[in-house]
């Protein structure tokens, strides 16, 4: 399995752009990179993923490195609301049957009104 | 319906006692899932279900025993339990070449 590095902890103002870095040297070329996050009590969320492009969505966007070594989440207004523990998981999408999605210790984002 | 429904969503059981939890979903996703979380720590894989078989089992302990009786339903039936096993189980479900996982909010578990 890759394994991945993120940050403990990150820290952000509300309505700033918050960018959540993850590093993934060991990734192999046919895993996508997810990104899921998880609000207190609640289950894991998912939130983007791409191959080798960049990626937009409603939530966030995705900048994925030339090498794809590693990644960026990108909240583009950061509200209160965006306060959780933020994943970023290599994941096979072969569409095989026996694929599992493993979580690493994630980065805890804490938003100030 | 784009949700994955579990119940209970609080249980306090015995270590004595036989309970289950239940998931649900109506998405036609084929592949279902059931994590452990630890205060503080990442969820855990424990089993895997495609196409309504168990495809992978991370070597959980045989008190915890998965089933899954149809393509919308995942059961998973608690027995002798330890006060250790207490933790937020958590379903989820995909595509089988799915983009993405939907979890539901889980079931607190607490073992007495």
């Known amino acids: 399995d890759a394994k991945t590095t993120q940050p403990n902890s990150m820290e952000s103002n509300e309505e700033e752009p918050v960018h959540l870095p993850c590093n993934h040297s060991?990734?192999?070329?046919?895993?996508?990179i997810h990104w899921y996050r998880q609000l207190p009590s609640q289950g894991p969320e998912y939130v983007i993923h791409?191959?080798?492009s960049n990626v937009n969505n409603r939530m966030a966007s995705l900048a994925i490195a030339e090498d794809r070594k590693s990644s960026t989440l990108i909240l583009h207004r950061a509200t209160l609301r965006d306060a959780a523990v933020y994943y970023c998981i290599p994941f096979e999408n072969s569409g095989g049957s026996n694929y599992k999605l493993t979580f690493g210790k994630g980065t805890l984002l804490t938003v100030n009104p | 319906d784009t949700e994955v429904t579990q119940t209970p969503k609080h249980l306090v059981m015995g270590m004595t006692n036989k309970k289950s939890l239940k998931c649900e979903q109506h998405?036609?996703?084929?592949?279902m899932y059931w994590y452990k979380q630890k205060a503080k720590k990442p969820p855990e894989l424990m089993f895997v279900y495609s196409y309504e078989k168990l495809s992978i089992n991370e070597s959980v302990p045989s008190r915890f025993s998965p089933e899954c009786p149809n393509s919308s339903l995942l059961n998973l039936h608690l027995h002798a339990l330890q006060p250790e096993d207490s933790a937020l189980y958590l379903c989820?479900?995909?595509?089988?070449?799915?983009?993405?996982?939907?979890f539901g909010s889980g079931t607190r578990l607490t073992v007495v």
């Open positions: 989820a479900s995909s595509q089988a070449r799915g983009s993405g996982y939907t």
């Open positions: 998405m036609g996703h084929r592949a």
């Open positions: 060991t990734i192999s070329g046919t895993d996508y």
């Open positions: 791409g191959l080798t």
